[in-house]
DNA sequence: CGTGGCCTAAACAAGT
DNA sequence: AACTTGTTTAGGCCAC
């Protein structure tokens, strides 16, 4: 098995294996046992950390409300077929989402307390993501039912078009009313949530019973009257001004812009018109002739999942089983309202996504060589990902499962589960404990750490290092003391760790420049110039797990830094793609970063309180020169405003580890500012 | 087969 | 004296 993985590591990236995966030493059996679930957990993604962090934060709301969903569907089921055997009579969709009742505490405390074995923690989030896809299936479900909405309503409307315009403003206003009323009802619901009058409660026949199986439509126009109040007869009243409860949809209409109130709209026509939805979800069935209702011969009503040879029966039982009735009204409003708070939800993230893109929408240069940055939206690497897929997944573990995961961001938005996995996972990381200390001072305020303060990130970040503590303390002493990288500074409370990157990047670094087969794989899979110190790479999957931090960014920053100064140095500003010139050996990042010329002022310990004096340099024709600059702390507004200018100049750090601050400033205006010492870099 | 990196283990010293 | 911190050495595994 391990000779497997070193072989991989071998072809796939010779480098990374000596990086991380180095650290393996020891670890390669427990990694190898692991690797499953760390691989089905992570998955690469252009989002950045933080919208990572709240997609998940959004699916956990999903989660619970799909399991609510399927709870009520449960119940339901469960009284009109067999009572006693709930069990059974539970779909399998629900009883797959059962690890989702867990909480994300609890589900800490599970794994803290190690009840679930890797392999079972793996199942758990693979029930996670098939319950995402559901999700997404019902999400879709009743987006298209929407649409179909959407188009009978426009068709009444053009019909109805010869309406007097009196009727047009009565009916925007009523929109007005409608949308009102929406938000309304929003807010309702997500405090019955709040209220656990939605409770997500795992057992069958609690309050939930009587929400859902045991609404009756009488009580959802008591609930919904009491959501929106008089709007309800405004609604009402709007209907008449065609059919029903259709003109409630009518209004839907309107507000393509946002989907999440046309959600809505269904939830009217359900209380003011049956029909409607039967009309639509007919619709749906005819239009799309693989009904999102129906996938792998399984119904997709929420809580059913029966199982159908052909599309035919599954049309049957759909008519018969889930016609229009009490319960088939009652799951749909649930429905919605959970296909609400996931809109809304999508809504907020996409606008915070967009918001950061456009922040970020800078040069195409330095993102793509910042996968694993969080602020690095874009792409560019998603290519890689099938480079080195075939290869290393299945041969190393964590260590290449994040890679490809990492580079792959398509595939999953849960590079934050990373952290998560490691936290509660006791696998020990795919990371040298050289990496690992690094990182740990790294992601500090102060970039140093007292040797407990490093103990405590240990244990607080890994379940790994909360067992077997004299060993791995022993090994992080071991290494603070052997790597020059390390560097112990005096403090007046005692002492203190820093980080020389200068000296951690200095690593090895001609060994694996010597193997060009390695250098090419490396560059192929990720971009990645040979030179990059093995460790430095490895601390490249360990990005993964500090990405909370949006401080802490890895080393891929600080390769992208080199990149994009290559690039700059070549005058390639306009390449989107660096894949090319990275899979140029000659051209490393490293080496690039080795014509940039840096004068470095060591920094007195005494003075770090004061202003830093910028030192810049860059002999570097294609750029302005150096120009004095003084960084007060995080002043930003002076930074320069030219374009095409690189300021180097020392990390405001006490110790001066030899840290630089870069600046880069694009044309356009656009900068990046890179603080090699931390690896990190953010684009202003 | 040598080299180098990483790991664990352990001895030891100095400080708290 | 016990514990923590830091250094150093040694042996083993692994990849190249």
Known sequence: MMQEAGTAEATSNGTAKQNGVAAEGGLRDIRSKSATPSSDITAATLMTLQQQQALQVARQLLLKQQQQQQQQSGSIKSTKSSEKQPALQVPVSVAMMTPQVITPQQMQQILQQQVLSPQQLQILLQQQQALMLQQQQLQDFYKKQQEQLHLQLLQQHHGSKQQSKEVSTQQLAFQQQLLQVQQLQQQHLLSLQRQGLLSIQANHNLPLHSLTQGVIPAELQQLWKEVTGTHVKEENSGSNNGHRGLDLSSASPVPPKSSLLNQHAPTNGLYGSHTLKRESSALDEHTHHSHSLYAHGVCKWPGCEAVFEDFQSFLKHLNNEHALDDRSTAQCRVQMQVVQQLELQLAKDKERLQA????????????????????????????????ITPTSLHSVGPIRRRYSDKYSMPISPDIGQNKEFYMNTDVRPPFTYASLIRQAILESPERQLTLNEIYNWFTRMFAYFRRNAATWKNAVRHNLSLHKCFVRVENVKGAVWTVDELEFQKRRPQKISGSPALVKNIQTNLGYGPVLPATFQASMAENSIPLYTTASIG??????????????????????????????????????????????????????????????????????????????????????????????????EPFGTGGLLLHIAWPGGIETRVDTCRESSTLI
Do not use: C, W
Not at 364 to 381: D, F, G, K, R, V
Not at 619 to 637: I, V
């Open 356 to 387: 950061m893109m456009t922040h970020l929408h800078v040069n195409p240069l330095s993102l793509p060589q910042t996968p694993t940055t969080p602020t690095t939206p874009l792409t560019p690497l998603s290519h890689h990902p099938t480079v």
């Open 555 to 652: 080393s891929p920053t600080l390769n992208s830094l080199a990149n994009a100064i290559r690039e700059e140095m070549n005058g390639a500003m306009d390449h989107g793609n660096s894949n090319g010139s990275d899979s140029s050996p000659g051209r490393s990042p490293l080496s690039a970063m080795h014509h940039i010329s840096v004068k470095e002022e060591p920094l007195d310990p005494e003075e770090h309180e004061g202003p830093l004096s910028l030192v810049t340099a860059n002999h570097s024709p294609d750029f302005d020169h150096h120009r004095d600059y003084e960084d007060d702390h995080g002043n930003e507004d002076m930074l320069p405003d030219q374009a095409r200018n690189f300021y180097l100049h020392p990390v405001k």
